[in-house]
């Protein structure tokens, strides 16, 4: 009350600070009443519309703010707003038809333009290798006249034979595979990060490939189909053989079956757990491990690892590289010695690309 008994004039509220947001209500409602006459505009479509909006504002400032920070800049630029955007999958699904200004684009590599000279100067090196070997071994071992009869060759003995390069280790994934990047682990071995097609997933020259599968060891999912189509039927015939003798595969167990067809000699099914289930994100490390051994007991030098989370078990892009490498990374730190000397993350999108390119740059400043 007043000093002469009048009621006490109430402060004016904003329709934001009504509302509990903090960009304007008002201001909403008057872009969404210009150049729409014809339509009937009800008093909370201004208010759910700016909630939305401010809530989109601070999940995009949130991200771009740890890639800003991951790159070691104090201030936010558009190109780590674009680098926010195209690393969450809800954002980039979006935003896909958004163009951020001074953004830059995300890194990719297109395989033709650096596929041909890379296996042209490898193939040379090899054979220039194994010319002077044979040269050298000329030089040192003296030619022993065998008698015999004629038209027979003589038998060739275990220390007449000359010792060739292992092509899968020495001279890459091969034709259609571009490494874009590649870091050292803790006992020496490299792991790449390869781009290339998914139907040429079986023409890659490693000793073993990684095929992500469910209970069933199904070749319905694209790694398994693209594996189906380069080993024909022989590769189907041993794995229908395998699933009768091993039986259903436990949630983060393997299979190793041959690679009848491909290049490389086996195959590891895995079964990759399935997103949101219980203790998921542990299972899909032990997933990891568990293929490693696998190898390692084949005393494989190489393996190849598609995308393992994809499509079929909805596992977000940003979380599985995470988890991926942080397994691959602990395994080999843990462990004495190992018979793997390359490893390969073989991926098919500039999506994956660009995610697996950050978590591989974390691990170096690590």
């Not at 800049?73 to 979006?94: C, F, M, S, W, Y």
Request: proline share 4%.
């Amino acid at each position: 009350m007043s000093a002469r008994g009048g009621k006490k004039k109430a402060t004016k509220l904003s329709r934001s600070s009504r509302a509990g947001v903090i960009f304007p209500v008002g201001r909403m409602m008057r872009y969404l009443r210009t150049g729409k006459p014809k339509y009937r505009i009800g008093m909370g479509a201004p208010v759910y519309m700016a909630a939305v909006i401010e809530y989109l504002a601070a999940e995009i400032l949130e991200l771009a703010g740890n890639a800003a920070r991951d790159n070691k800049k104090g201030r936010i630029t558009p190109r780590h707003i674009k680098l926010a955007v195209a690393n969450d999958e809800e954002l980039n699904q979006l935003l896909r038809g958004v163009t951020i200004s001074n953004g830059g684009v995300l890194p990719r590599i297109h395989p033709e333009l650096l596929s041909k000279k890379r296996t042209g100067r490898v193939k040379v090196d090899s054979q220039a290798s194994i010319t002077d070997k044979q040269d050298e071994q000329s030089k040192k071992k003296p030619i022993k006249k065998i008698k015999g009869k004629r038209g027979r060759k003589p038998k060739s003995t275990d220390g007449d034979k000359e010792s060739v390069p292992n092509s899968t280790v020495e001279d890459g994934p091969g034709d259609g595979f571009t490494i874009l990047s590649a870091k050292s682990l803790f006992l020496g071995q490299k792991l790449s990060l390869t781009e290339s097609e998914l139907s040429k997933i079986g023409l890659i020259k490693v000793e073993g490939i990684i095929n992500p599968t469910n209970a069933e060891m199904d070749l319905k999912d694209g790694v398994g189909n693209a594996l189906e189509k380069a080993g024909g039927r022989e590769f189907l015939e041993g794995v229908k053989e395998l699933r009768k003798a091993q039986g259903p595969l436990e949630v983060a167990s393997v299979a190793v079956s041959q690679a009848s067809g491909m290049a490389a000699r086996f195959i590891i099914h895995c079964n990759i757990p399935q997103w949101g289930s219980e203790k998921c994100e542990d299972q899909l490390e032990k997933t990891v491990k568990n293929c490693l051994s696998a190898a390692e007991d084949k005393k494989l030098k190489s393996v190849a690892f598609p995308s393992l989370p994809a499509g079929r078990n909805g596992f977000p892009k940003q979380t599985a590289a995470q988890l991926i490498l942080k397994a691959i990374s602990n395994h080999f730190v843990s462990s004495t010695s190992s018979s793997l000397k390359n490893i390969y993350f073989v991926l098919f999108d500039s999506e994956s690309i660009g995610i697996y390119l950050q978590e591989m740059a974390k691990l170096d400043a690590k």
